[in-house]
T-cell receptor
Framework: DTGVSQDPRHKITKRGQNVTFRCDPISEHNRLYWYRQTLGQGPEFLTYFQNEAQLEKSRLLSDRFSAERPKGSFSTLEIQRTEQGDSAMYLC????????????FGPGTRLTVT | DAKTTQPPSMDCAEGRAANLPCNHS???????VYWYRQIHSQGPQYIIH???NNETNEMASLIITEDRKSSTLILPHATLRDTAVYYC????????????FGKGTKLTVNP
């Protein structure tokens, strides 16, 4: 247990539905990252926050994806109008500023879109 | 970020040293080499990082060649619990430090 928690751990949804995932980072960590991982591939960066500010978004993050970190603590990742291609493991990580190379990952949320 | 190349899979006997190579010939002078591993069904775990000098911590040793075009992660006494996918990542410090993962090396430690 790294101290980063994600909820839910598994989500099955039908195509076209909206889903929201939550990440609770290690409390003193300022930076929070979202990654997506498909089978057989390494994780791909989606977006990251410094406190409540979203500072970088990948081109992978289409308009259907939105992430928030309203009070600089927990974060949510919402996917609207899900597609089968969204099926993946969604990983959250956190790190303190200045030691951002040492990211602590949560267990992930596995999304299956049917 | 530097592109890294790793063998897709390796085997190691339990108790022996596991030496995982990584090529990063395009790495620039200010880019670090980071190593993470991912045990099945878990998120990635930071192992070690280095710039020029060899590094050692409680988990592993990192040997970086003098020209910095390649490195080797060494697990001195591999156990069955070290079976995982190992990722070698090149990146800079001072920016977002987003990690750019490749496919990594699947290390299987055999009894």
């Amino acid at each position: 247990d790294t101290g980063v928690s994600q909820d839910p751990r598994h989500k099955i949804t039908k195509r076209g539905q909206n889903v929201t995932f939550r990440c609770d980072p290690i409390s003193e960590h300022n930076r929070l990252y979202w990654y997506r991982q498909t089978l057989g591939q390494g994780p791909e960066f989606l977006t990251y926050f410094q406190n409540e500010a979203q500072l970088e978004k990948s081109r992978l993050l289409s308009d259907r994806f939105s992430a928030e970190r309203p009070k600089g603590s927990f974060s949510t990742l919402e996917i609207q109008r899900t597609e089968q291609g969204d099926s993946a493991m969604y990983l959250c990580a956190s790190s303190p500023t200045g030691i951002s190379y040492e990211q602590y990952f949560g267990p992930g949320t596995r999304l299956t879109v049917t | 970020d530097a592109k890294t190349t790793q063998p897709p899979s390796m085997d190691c006997a339990e108790g022996r040293a596991a030496n995982l190579p990584c090529n990063h010939s395009t790495i620039s002078g200010n880019e670090y080499v980071y190593w993470y591993r991912q045990i099945h069904s878990q998120g990635p775990q930071y192992i070690i990082h280095g710039l020029k000098n060899n590094e050692t911590n409680e988990m592993a040793s990192l040997i970086i060649t003098e020209d910095r075009k390649s490195s080797t992660l060494i697990l001195p006494h591999a156990t069955l619990r070290d079976t995982a996918v190992y990722y070698c990542i090149g990146g800079t410090q001072g920016g977002s430090e987003k990690l750019v993962f490749g496919k990594g090396t699947k290390l299987t430690v055999n009894p």
